[in-house]
């Protein structure tokens, strides 16, 4: 069963992503609010975790600045969401396509 909320911690290390690198985009995105408790602590959904993977793809596979970013963000989400997916998808097969190659000693 899939937990509710995650920690800064847990997030840091699912997502392969500095803690202080989540604070500073939570600062730049006004799409990614976690939860807080009364002591500040951050507490991040499903959702939360879902902007993230979507920041990181237009930051890291589309290669858009942070301002870029925001902008694509700010408009369909639907299309970022596909691109992603598709990007994915490719990736799984050029990894599946690099194990095949390596069995057959190409």
Do not use: C, H
């Amino acid at each position: 069963m899939d937990k509710i909320y995650y920690s800064i911690s847990e997030v840091s290390e699912m997502l392969q992503l500095s803690q202080s690198n989540l604070r500073f985009w939570e600062k730049e995105f006004k799409q990614l609010k976690p939860q807080r408790n009364n002591k500040g602590t951050r507490f991040y959904s499903n959702d939360d975790i879902a902007t993230i993977k979507k920041i990181m793809f237009l930051v890291e596979d589309q290669k858009l600045t942070l301002d870029g970013a925001k902008k694509r963000l700010g408009q369909r989400r639907d299309a970022v969401e596909k691109q992603q997916i598709i990007s994915e998808k490719l990736k799984n097969i050029r990894e599946e396509l690099k194990g095949i190659a390596k069995a057959l000693d190409i």
